[in-house]
């Protein structure tokens, strides 16, 4: 004689109670850690403009050294800033043709106004004016 049993088909799944507590640590975790992604982006864009501004004297140097500092200082006063990063793109790595697409958005180059004295490039936060030593 065959019996026959009712089988009941157990599901494992989570509860509500677990789903909710895994979505509540994942948030406390977000929260925690969005601060400092949002300052580790920031340290980020302004070590990229250090660079650049770096990158734009290396190119000053070369062109002077190339062109003679006679030559180049001459010409270079009466020209504006964009004229004068145009002269420097020869010299410069995978340089666009605006300084404002080589300057990261945030920040602002000005280039020297006088190769006499070979100073740096200026590094300027576009946000409060203020000028960052490098």
């Given at each position: 004689m065959i019996t026959s049993s009712s089988s009941h088909s157990?599901?494992?799944?989570?509860?509500?109670?677990?789903?909710?507590?895994?979505?509540?640590?994942?948030g406390i975790i977000a929260f925690l850690a969005i601060p400092?992604?949002?300052?580790?982006?920031?340290?980020?864009?302004?070590?990229?403009?250090?660079?650049?501004?770096?990158?734009?004297?290396?190119?000053?140097?070369?062109?002077?050294?190339?062109?003679?500092?006679?030559?180049?200082?001459?010409?270079?006063?009466?020209?504006?800033?964009?004229?004068?990063?145009?002269?420097?793109?020869?010299?410069?790595?995978?340089?666009?043709?605006?300084?404002?697409?080589f300057t990261p958005a945030g920040y602002t180059i000005t280039?020297?106004?006088?190769?006499?004295?070979?100073?740096?490039?200026?590094?300027?936060?576009?946000?409060?004016?203020?000028?960052?030593?490098?």
């Amino acid at each position: 004689m065959i019996t026959s049993s009712s089988s009941h088909s157990t599901y494992k799944a989570f509860s509500l109670v677990e789903v909710l507590a895994a979505v509540g640590i994942i948030g406390i975790i977000a929260f925690l850690a969005i601060p400092n992604i949002v300052q580790i982006k920031q340290d980020s864009e302004r070590n990229l403009a250090i660079s650049r501004a770096e990158a734009v004297n290396m190119a000053i140097v070369s062109y002077i050294q190339s062109n003679g500092k006679d030559t180049v200082a001459s010409g270079w006063t009466s020209k504006s800033n964009q004229e004068r990063y145009a002269a420097l793109i020869p010299y410069l790595s995978f340089a666009p043709a605006a300084l404002t697409d080589f300057t990261p958005a945030g920040y602002t180059i000005t280039l020297p106004a006088d190769l006499n004295a070979l100073t740096k490039s200026v590094l300027t936060v576009n946000s409060d004016g203020s000028t960052i030593s490098y």
